[in-house]
């Protein structure tokens, strides 16, 4: 049984939940290169979607804006539309 039975689009918040996916998933990591708002078509059919993590280093630095993190969800909405 998958970690994630019945997900269309996984969405890992920061490199470090990016790489714990690949793990889960028994995948290596050379074709799926973390960045923010990339996705990634799984072998399963399933979307992986990455975003920068919402920590204050990235927030307050201006790394991950409201606008950035917005756009990811309204786009991992979209993934999810049949």
Known sequence: MSHFQGA???????????????????????????????????????TLLDSYHPSRQNTQTGRLTRTMWRAVFRQSTSLMDP
């Open 8 to 46: 269309r689009v996984i969405l890992a918040l920061g490199r470090i939940a990016h790489e714990a996916v690949l793990r889960c998933l028994k995948l290596k990591p050379g074709p799926y290169l973390f960045a923010h708002r990339a996705e990634h078509a799984l072998p399963d059919g399933r």
